[in-house]
């Protein structure tokens, strides 16, 4: 009985051991496979033309936040004509020039967006970009009209419609208000559709295309050309850091479209650049695994001043001849954070980086700054990016 409860205790730790190692391989295998991406989703094509289309449009619908400026009730008045509300020239003056007319339920909006080149042909659906050209404040809960779409030799090729997605929202009173990103642009998902096809499609008569990286960079390049060359040898080559030359192989029973998705399907893993995107606008900090920082002494205090006023009645003696004036009472208080000094040492990953700088209680916005004195002290090795 003792015999046979070892074996089964054994037998336990024998399973348990084998998971364990069997979770480690996994583990280890997705912390590799997440390194590598595939070739089509860093590169693309070169050749292939990105087809920009814009048109001028109106958004309706929204909460008295709409444009009042001329251009808005003129544009109105284009667009009342154009759906067949024909009006004298009389009644047109009168409303574009008549200030008393509510149109603040109306925007006029910048329509524009880009279409690969395989994508315009007719009945593709794309997304479309929004934003104002007159004075309105908020496109939140919007429809765009529709709206014609042209190509840069002046030609329809696609129509834009559908409600309005802003991402964020503006509120407020007389006394106050609150803005949240921007809300005076947005996106139509799917709202554009292509009615004609811009260029027909060709057939392929390729013997050799180009790869061209999205974001530039040689090491990458190379390691394209490394995974390419290990299914066909000597079929890439590096020409710069944005390209990759890749010749089809002759007497092989692929066709040129199953290699070209072979070569898509393979994997490499992306040499970034080390650098720190910071957006103003939203408060938004992001930075790579490659970011180091020296050891370096870091102190952030944030500095307010808070003032305010409080004026005061000054009332003159009776038959002093003086007279009752307002004196202007201001005060004034300067609060200064009050934080020590951190020293932060030589980082070697993200993380360390993150614990460094939450040990200094910054926020996002704080951030900014103090990567912009990194900068300038020579301890950030990094690009900074602006947006």
Known sequence: MDAKLQFAGLRQRAIATLRLTMIGVVLFAASHVSADVRI???TSVDGQVQHTLTGVGLVTGLAGTGGTNPQTRQFV???LQRVGNRMDPVTRELLENNTRLKTDNVAVVAVTARVPEYDAITGKVFDVTVSTVDDAENLAGGVLM???LFAVDGNVYATATGPVSTGGFAAGGTAASAVKNHPTSGIVPGGG???????EPRESQLTKYRLSLRNPDLETAKRIVDAINNIAKRSAKVITPALVEVRIP???AKSTADFMTDVDQLR???DTEAVVVINERTGTVVFGENVKISKVAITHANLTVVTSENPEVSQPEALSGGETTVVPRTSLEV???DKAIQLVEETTSVGDLVTALNALGVTPRDLSSIFQQLKA???LHARLEFR
Do not use: S, W
Request: a negative charge; proline letters at 11%; one cysteine or more.
């Open 40 to 42: 089509k989703d860093i």
């Open 77 to 79: 008045a284009n667009f």
């Open 146 to 148: 529709p709206t014609p």
């Open 193 to 199: 559709n292509m009615h004609e096809t811009i260029c």
């Open 250 to 252: 002759l007497g092989t």
């Open 268 to 270: 490499v893993a992306p």
């Open 335 to 337: 609060q200064e954070g």
């Open 377 to 379: 002290a020579n301890a």
